[in-house]
Antibody, heavy 120, light 115 residues
Framework: QITLKESGPTLVKPTQTLTLTCTFS??????????VAWIRQSPGKALEWLAV???????HYSPSLKTRLTISKDISKNQVVLTMTDMYPEDTATYFC????????????WGQGTLVTVSS | DIQMTQSPSSLSASLGDRVTITCRAS??????LNWYQQKPGKAPKLLIY???SLQSGVPSRFSGSGSGTDFTLTISSLQPEDFATYYC?????????????????FGQGTKLEIK
């Protein structure tokens, strides 16, 4: 059974750095074709893909946010960490992590999401 | 980026109705099209992958079709639990293509409401 859960601060101030952790179980991020992605959803808005890290440690980012994002993994802890620098109020969103299959581009298991509010 | 356009943006329907939602890609994505259902306050749930394959555990009243640029999600007979927002997502633009990252993109969503 695959599960993922996001954790991190619920409130950050403008210009601060956000660090989110995705803790997962039921799969290995060392398995071929597997990745873990971060996707966010601003209130009342559509889904926006942010970043993905793959089994071979390759990492890719949304071009529009690339300069602000870093994704990393800790296989021993079954965790993926996303950092986003220079947070703005418009970054207020629910942030999801999801199990991803590279070959089909799908996101088949999702965490419950964590709401991050950017406000002074 | 590949743009995904869903129509309609919202839809009112009755229990038992047959409903179709369309998704158009700005360029060909072959069959790399996935559909998700999202209920308020919940994470999206994968319904259909590769345009027409039903994800395990998803009721057979859901079906998908299409290839290239035009895709549809059909619900054959609406049930109370089907009222939700539906998103398409293209999985064709892999981060490895041409050495550049082009994003996985989602449609803007279709909100299905009870008439």
């Amino acid at each position: 059974q695959i599960t993922l859960k996001e954790s991190g601060p619920t409130l950050v101030k403008p210009t601060q750095t956000l660090t989110l952790t995705c803790t997962f179980s039921g799969f290995s991020l060392s398995t071929n074709d597997v990745g873990v992605a971060w996707i966010r959803q601003s209130p009342g808005k559509a889904l926006e893909w942010l970043a993905v890290i793959y089994w071979d440690d390759d990492k890719h980012y949304s071009p529009s946010l690339k300069t602000r994002l870093t994704i990393s993994k800790d296989i021993s802890k079954n965790q993926v960490v996303l950092t986003m620098t220079d947070m703005y109020p418009e970054d207020t969103a629910t942030y999801f992590c999801a199990h991803h299959m590279y070959s089909s581009g799908l996101f088949d298991f999702w965490g419950q999401g964590t709401l991050v509010t950017v406000s002074s | 980026d590949i743009q995904m356009t869903q129509s309609p943006s919202s839809l009112s329907a009755s229990l038992g109705d047959r409903v179709t939602i369309t998704c158009r890609a700005s360029q060909t994505i072959r069959s790399y099209l996935n559909w998700y259902q999202q209920k308020p306050g919940k994470a999206p749930k994968l319904l259909i992958y590769a345009a027409s394959s039903l994800q395990s555990g998803v009721p057979s009243r859901f079906s998908g079709s299409g290839s290239g640029t035009d895709f549809t999600l059909t619900i054959s007979s609406l049930q109370p639990e089907d009222f939700a927002t539906y998103y398409c997502q293209q999985g064709y633009t892999t981060p490895y293509s041409l050495g550049q990252t082009t994003p996985y993109t989602f449609g803007q969503g279709t909100k299905l409401e009870i008439k």
